[in-house]
């Protein structure tokens, strides 16, 4: 348990929410960055992206991508 006045590695925030389908705008601050949804947030399967290049994804503002930790563990994608 975090001690009183520490701050979270992470946070989530709703900002706006539709009554009638439930979707929402949310704000996810995690240590490299703040990311607001709806985000375009592609796959890394087996540690990589496919499809995309790393100058694609500066393009499209990628902010976050999912990865497999199982996958990273094993073969580690080194970042700019």
């Known amino acids: 348990m975090a001690a009183c006045g520490a701050k979270h590695a992470l ?3 709703i900002a706006a929410e539709c009554s009638v389908s439930k979707a929402r705008a949310c704000t996810m601050v995690l240590p490299h ?10 796959v890394g399967t087996q540690g990589t ?3 995309l290049t790393s100058e694609q994804l ?4 990628c902010r976050i991508i999912l990865g497999n ?3 990273l563990g094993n073969r580690p994608v080194c970042l700019r």
């Open 58 to 61: 500066d393009e499209l503002g």
């Open 49 to 51: 992206l496919k499809g």
């Open 11 to 13: 946070s989530f925030s």
């Open 69 to 71: 930790t199982y996958h």
């Open 33 to 42: 960055a703040i990311v607001e949804t709806p985000v375009f947030m592609p």
